[in-house]
T-cell receptor, first 110, second 113 residues
Framework: KNEVEQSPQNLTAQEGEFITINCSYS?????LHWLQQHPGGGIVSLFM???GKKKHGRLIATINIQEKHSSLHITASHPRDSAVYICAPSEPPGTYKYIFGTGTRLKVLA | NAGVMQNPRHLVRRRGQEARLRCSPVKGHSHVYWYRQLPEEGLKFMVYLQKENIIDESGMPKERFSAEFPKEGPSILRIQQVVRGDSAAYFC???????????FGNGTRLTVT
């Protein structure tokens, strides 16, 4: 069993739709990153969270430490949101030892 | 205010040659991390450096791979005698402190022919 599992693996949505990407992990963590990787490969860190919920613009990330589950939500999706979204929990003790999921490939159609 | 700069973006090497990948962290960041992304796989941790020191190299192959982060200049990931299996995207990230969010570079795509 993979230590990090994301669902769905691929997702196609229409512009304006509300999108949810789920991440389940089996390791004990100190923090969790959500990353966005665009075609061409650049990686942007969207959120780093260790509890509760964070919001930035149209993006919302939640985490439930007890259930070892995190979700990334995109409201009012737009074609520019098309990218691979990667969940990366980190094992203690160092927060740099992230375990990266293989990502959810999102395509938003105009 | 430049982010993490990696160069080159693309690097082609023949088997047996050396590859040098450079990473300039965000100004003021003293923590640098290298990750490797093999085709169709997730990122994997390789090495964590703080100025002039290797803190953790547990994810880096013991042979042919080395990393440094000198007092002056960029961090360098060096791969000697490259083999086809080294073909991958290599990402560098930096942070001001260990527990801070990571800032990623755009990666160097290494192709070994």
């Amino acid at each position: 069993k993979n230590e990090v599992e994301q669902s769905p693996q691929n997702l196609t949505a229409q512009e304006g739709e509300f999108i949810t990407i789920n991440c389940s992990y089996s390791v004990g963590i100190s923090a969790l990153h959500w990353l966005q990787q665009h075609p061409g490969g650049g990686i942007v860190s969207l959120f780093m969270l260790s509890s509760g919920k964070k919001k930035h613009g149209r993006l919302i990330a939640t985490i439930n430490i007890q259930e070892k589950h995190s979700s990334l939500h995109i409201t009012a999706s737009h074609p520019r949101d098309s990218a691979v979204y990667i969940c990366a929990p980190s094992e203690p003790p160092g927060t740099y030892k992230y375990i990266f999921g293989t990502g959810t490939r999102l395509k938003v159609l105009a | 205010n430049a982010g993490v700069m990696q160069n080159p973006r693309h690097l082609v090497r023949r088997r047996g040659q050396e590859a040098r990948l450079r990473c300039s962290p965000v100004k003021g960041h003293s923590h640098v991390y290298w990750y490797r992304q093999l085709p169709e796989e997730g990122l994997k941790f390789m090495v964590y450096l703080q100025k002039e020191n290797i803190i953790d190299e547990s994810g880096m192959p013991k042979e042919r791979f080395s990393a440094e982060f000198p007092k002056e200049g960029p961090s360098i990931l060096r791969i000697q005698q490259v083999v086809r299996g080294d073909s991958a995207a290599y990402f560098c990230a930096s942070s001001p402190e260990q527990a801070s969010p990571l800032h990623f570079g755009n990666g160097t795509r290494l192709t070994v022919t």
